[in-house]
C-alpha cells in the first residue's frame, strides 16, 4: 500500500498533515452564500465558554504530560503550543462530547455605521454560519468513528509533532519525533479493519490539517472571547505553559 508507507518522507503523515483542503464538499450549497455570511454566537456562552476553557486546560495538560514535549526547550514548546493549539482543541472539543447551538447576530444599522466613522467594529470578528457548519461537519466525522482514548491520544501526538516550525531549536529532535508519529499513525489507521472507516479517518486528519489555521480565530472568538474579553490569547497559552513548568 504505497500511500499508507511509513518509511518514505512524503508518507501518510506528511501527505495528509501538508494536503490543502478547501472543504469545498463539506461547505452549504452555492445557493446559499447569503445565509452562510450571517454573523453568529453561542446561544449559551456561560455553558459553553466554560466547557471549552476546560477543553482547552485538558489540551495543554495533555501536550505537558508527554515525555516528548517535555524533553523540549521551553522556546520549542511555547511554538508548537502556538501552531497546534487549534486542531488539537478542536480534537478536545470531539473527545468531550461538547455540543453547541449559535444564534444570529443582527446586522448594524446604517445609523451606527455613520456614528463609527468607518472605525472597526467589534463584529467584524464574529464567526460566520459558514465556520460554524464547517467546525460540525468536523465534530461529526470525528464522531462517526467512534474512536478510544488510544486512537484519540495517537492522533493528537501525530498532530502535535506533524512538521517542523521554523524557530525550532531541537529541529533534529523534532524530526525523531515526527517519525515516532508517523509509525503510531500508520499502525492506528491500518487497526480500522473497514476501508470505509480508514477513508472516513483520513477525511478527519484533512480536515484537522486545514482547521489549523482557518478556524483559530473562530475558536478564539466564538469559544473564548466572551470570557478572556480583549486579552491577548497567545498570551494566555503562554500561562498555561509555563505554569507548574
Not at 447569503?34 to 495538560?61: D, Q, S, W, Y
Not at 472568538?221 to 480583549?230: A, M, V, W
Request: proline content about 4%; hydrophobic content about 45%.
Amino acid at each position: 500500500m504505497k500511500y499508507f508507507s511509513e518509511q518514505h518522507p512524503s508518507g501518510i503523515l506528511f501527505s495528509i498533515l501538508t494536503h490543502k483542503c478547501d472543504f469545498a464538499h463539506f461547505s452549504y450549497p452555492k445557493t446559499c452564500i447569503c445565509h452562510c455570511k450571517r454573523l453568529v454566537r453561542l446561544k449559551n456562552p456561560e455553558i459553553i465558554c466554560r466547557a471549552a476553557f476546560g477543553v482547552l486546560m485538558k489540551t495543554i495538560n495533555f501536550m505537558k504530560s508527554l515525555p516528548s514535549f517535555q524533553s523540549l526547550p521551553l522556546n520549542d514548546q511555547l511554538i508548537l503550543v502556538q501552531n497546534r493549539w487549534v486542531p488539537l482543541f478542536i480534537l478536545g472539543l470531539a473527545q468531550e462530547q461538547v455540543t453547541f447551538e449559535v444564534r444570529d447576530v443582527p446586522a448594524a444599522s446604517i445609523l451606527r455605521n455613520i456614528l463609527m466613522n468607518g472605525q472597526q467594529k467589534s463584529d467584524d470578528c464574529l464567526p460566520t454560519l459558514a465556520e460554524v457548519h464547517k467546525l460540525k461537519t468536523f465534530l461529526h466525522k470525528v464522531w462517526s468513528l467512534d474512536l478510544s482514548l488510544k486512537e484519540y491520544s495517537c492522533l493528537k501526538a501525530a498532530i502535535l509533532f506533524s512538521q517542523n516550525l521554523s524557530g525550532l531549536r531541537r529541529s533534529a529532535v523534532m524530526a525523531g519525533l515526527q517519525q515516532e508519529a508517523q509509525r503510531a499513525l500508520h499502525m492506528l489507521i491500518l487497526s480500522h479493519p473497514n476501508p470505509r472507516d480508514r477513508h472516513t479517518f483520513t477525511d478527519v486528519l484533512f480536515m484537522a490539517s486545514a482547521l489549523q489555521m482557518e478556524a483559530q480565530s473562530l475558536m478564539t472568538e466564538l469559544f473564548f472571547r466572551p470570557i478572556t474579553g480583549q486579552k491577548d490569547f497567545h498570551e494566555l497559552l503562554i500561562e498555561m505553559i509555563v505554569k507548574n513548568c
